[in-house]
Nanobody, 122 residues
Framework: QVQLVESGGGLVQPGGSLRLSCAASGSIFSINAMGWYRQAPGKERELVAVISSGGNTNYAESVKGRFTISRDDAKNTVYLQMNSLKPEDTAVYYC????????????????WGQGTQVTVSS
């Protein structure tokens, strides 16, 4: 019931930068947390970064110091700034949200975006 639309993926050279965005829309809702996952061919989907409604962040060890997650509450959007990109960062990146209906605390729900391709290559 909450739709997540990702954008910003594309092809970049190693060492380059890219910023992903994910906008949430739909019925009246409140976001508990939003994050980014990624999945490369033949690999498990892994958590990249997450940000809570309170602004706390967590990152995968492989991206610490290179990626930054942030949010814009007015736009209901979360961003992932990716710097110093490596070929191993190549994957489909998925936006994820934990949310509740406005005025409610429970139950909570989860929504996934359709994914945006990030390719790091020369």
């Amino acid at each position: 019931q909450v739709q997540l639309v990702e954008s910003g993926g594309g092809l970049v050279q190693p060492g380059g930068s890219l910023r992903l965005s994910c906008a949430a829309s739909g019925s009246i809702f409140s976001i508990n947390a939003m994050g980014w996952y990624r999945q490369a061919p033949g690999k498990e989907r892994e958590l990249v970064a997450v940000i809570s409604s309170g602004g706390n962040t967590n990152y995968a060890e492989s991206v610490k110091g290179r990626f930054t997650i942030s949010r814009d509450d007015a736009k209901n959007t979360v961003y992932l700034q990716m710097n110093s990109l490596k070929p191993e960062d190549t994957a489909v990146y998925y936006c994820h949200a934990d949310w509740v209906y406005s005025g409610s605390y429970f139950p909570s729900f989860a929504s996934w975006g359709q994914g945006t391709q990030v390719t790091v290559s020369s």
